[in-house]
């Protein structure tokens, strides 16, 4: 995985993300998640599959399950910190993203 990029900064993205997520947006995650299974998130793909699993279950509190959404959106989101129209990098921080939420939980 490629360090091209400010992690935390990424990760402060998601965070807010999924504080302010609507469910608009978790609609959103749903409709354009296999979409993304491809170059970097193809290698992580069983773990978008877990924090998908993780954020629906009825058992995972508040907390955990803002971070995750906001993990996914970011995911999904065509603009943010390296844009996903840029071949295979602009997958990657999308990639570093739901890895550093995975190792979270």
């Not at 490629?2 to 990424?10: C, L």
């Not at 998130?41 to 279950?57: P, S």
């Not at 009825?58 to 995911?75: D, E, F, H, R």
Request: glycine share 6%; charged share 25%; aromatic share 6%.
């Amino acid at each position: 995985m490629s360090n091209n990029f400010d992690e935390n900064e990424a990760g402060g993205m998601a965070a807010r993300m999924g504080q302010n997520a609507s469910e608009e947006d978790v609609k959103n995650v749903e409709q354009n998640m296999d979409k993304m299974n491809r170059g970097p998130l193809a290698e992580v793909w069983d773990k978008v599959v877990t924090l998908w699993d993780a954020f629906k279950d009825p058992k995972t509190p508040v907390s955990p399950k803002a971070i995750i959404i906001g993990a996914l959106i970011y995911m999904v989101c065509p603009v943010d910190l390296i844009p996903d129209l840029i071949p295979i990098l602009g997958l990657t921080d999308d990639a570093a993203v739901i890895l550093m939420v995975y190792k979270q939980f």
